[in-house]
């Protein structure tokens, strides 16, 4: 099995910063995609960032300019730098990997059990 762990979430006031990190552990034999998602408070689960093996990022346009993905494949692990932090930014975030666990084996998607971020105004 995979396992994902966040950390680096927080309370920080607007315009602040905030770093995220996610590490992948387990049985893996290889990893595709890594990202972020965030679920704010009655709201559905969002895309917010991803990264692809190949070195290309995809953000939503709400963080456009703010927040910059990062991977350090080495340690399997994925960051979300957050810069210029606003209120409605608030959320519980969610890393996954799109992970192998054997050669023969399928891609699928793991999930991290997330970390919450809240944003004061």
């Known amino acids: 099995q995979v396992q994902l762990v966040e950390s680096g979430g927080g309370l920080v006031q607007a315009g602040g910063s905030l770093r995220l990190s996610c590490a992948a552990s387990?049985?893996?034999?290889?990893?595709?995609?890594m990202g972020w998602y965030r679920q704010g408070l009655g709201k559905q689960r969002e895309l917010v960032a991803t990264?692809?093996?190949?070195?290309?990022?995809n953000y939503a346009d709400s963080v456009k300019g703010r927040f910059t993905i990062s991977r350090d494949n080495a340690k399997n692990t994925v960051y979300l730098q957050m810069n210029s932090l606003k209120p409605e930014d608030t959320a519980v975030y969610y890393c996954?990997?799109?992970?192998?666990?054997?050669?023969?084996?399928?891609?699928?998607?793991?999930w991290g059990k997330g970390t919450l971020v809240t944003v004061s105004s």
């Open positions: 996954y990997c799109n992970c192998k666990t054997e050669w023969a084996g399928t891609w699928r998607n793991y």
């Open positions: 387990g049985s893996i034999f290889g990893i595709s995609g």
């Open positions: 990264s692809s093996s190949g070195g290309n990022v």
